[in-house]
């Protein structure tokens, strides 16, 4: 098992940035894939960004590429995503997740979320 917990979410202006965390514990954090989804109201959960177990791969939805960086901690058991030049459309419960092998694998646990609202 793995326990992820958010955090960093909050109401920022259009423009601004805010930086997510996800502390995990549990199995060795540097086994896992790791990536970040989120869920707008009334719309599917979506993929955002992911990060290699070692950190130096990435891989980024077309919507947010150039403005969010995904970067790990593995000493700190820690994921991130900082999220920059942000839109009212990026506005959404934002989860963690540990992922497979690769940057590609699926999700195997979840967070329980954090919102980020984008206000214009």
């Known amino acids: 098992q793995v326990q992820l917990v958010e955090s960093g979410g909050g109401l920022v202006q259009t423009g601004g940035s805010l930086r997510l965390s996800c502390a995990a514990s549990?199995?060795?954090?540097?086994?896992?894939?790791m990536g970040w989804f989120r869920q707008a109201p009334g719309k599917a959960r979506e993929f955002v960004a992911a990060?290699?177990?070692?950190?130096?791969?990435?891989r980024y939805t077309d919507s947010v590429r150039g403005r969010f960086i995904i970067s790990r901690d593995n000493g700190k058991n820690t994921l991130y995503l900082q999220m920059n030049s942000l839109k009212p459309e990026d506005t959404a419960v934002y989860y963690c997740?540990?992922?497979?092998?690769?940057?590609?694998?699926?999700?195997?646990?979840w967070g329980q979320g954090t919102q980020v609202t984008v206000s214009s």
């Open positions: 997740a540990a992922l497979g092998r690769t940057v590609w694998s699926t999700a195997d646990y």
């Open positions: 549990g199995r060795p954090f540097s086994n896992f894939a």
């Open positions: 990060i290699s177990d070692s950190g130096k791969g990435t």
